[in-house]
């Protein structure tokens, strides 16, 4: 079965600070990866998408993401982290030839700290 | 533009009543998915809709639950005899049309059964 493995459930980092949130997937196909995140109390928005081409994504909010295909991961990166980045970050997946249904994480919650 | 919108934003009902969620998608979207999103479970996808043909009903979780979409357009999901498992918040999401185009998810309603 498709499955995606969100390691890391926090991340507390401090303002300004770099950071990595992990994200692996196990599909025996091909897939398209995303990256949603949640503010609170608010509804999920897309940070970026990987679907071919360059295995660097730049999205919004200065995020960035690689795809590694040898080993099955697409971790989440932004060099420098805000207040206003806390929220919640939700990695997805697609299997190709699919529905369209995404396959959620379990999320990784962002702590910046002042 | 407007994006997707749902409603009511919240719902508190008693065990086995029957209560049923709204969505609108974003105009001229033709795909429409639910999920859900709890505590437990995490982010689950429930049903997809595309255009005219037959909706993706794989993920919805028992007979209790159903879906339809009117006129290409509005969606409803409905679910039967409501139990305290069925609290969760339940996303909606449209996108325009092909299965690795954006989905724009709507706030959601948070469904408590008491």
């Known amino acids: 079965a498709q499955s995606v493995t969100q390691l890391d459930s926090q991340v507390p980092v401090f303002e300004e600070a770099p950071v990595e949130l992990r994200c692996n997937y196990s599909?025996?196909?091909?897939?398209?990866l995303f990256w949603y995140v949640q503010y609170p109390n608010q509804g999920l928005q897309l940070l970026l998408k990987?679907?071919?081409?360059?295995?660097l994504v730049k999205g919004i909010n200065g995020f960035e993401a690689e795809f590694n295909k040898s080993q099955t991961s697409f971790h989440l990166r932004k060099p420098s982290v805000h207040i206003s980045d806390t929220a919640e970050y939700f990695c997805a997946v697609i299997r190709s030839g699919n529905t369209g249904k995404l396959i959620f994480g379990q999320g990784t919650t962002l702590q910046v700290k002042p | 533009g407007a994006g997707v919108s749902q409603s009511p934003s919240n719902k508190v009902t008693e065990k086995g009543k029957d209560v049923e969620l709204r969505c609108d998608p974003i105009s001229g979207h033709t795909a429409l998915y639910w999920y859900r999103q709890s505590l437990g479970q995490g982010l689950e996808f429930l049903i997809y809709f595309q255009g005219n043909s037959a909706p993706d009903k794989s993920g919805l979780p028992s007979d209790r639950f159903s879906a339809e979409r009117t006129g290409g357009s509005v969606s409803t999901l409905t679910i039967q005899r409501t139990q305290q498992e069925d609290s969760a918040v339940y996303l909606c999401a449209s996108s325009p049309g092909t299965f690795t185009d954006t989905q724009y998810f709507g706030p959601g309603t948070r469904l408590t059964v008491l």
């Open positions: 599909s025996s196909v091909s897939v398209y």
């Open positions: 990987y679907l071919s081409g360059s295995t």
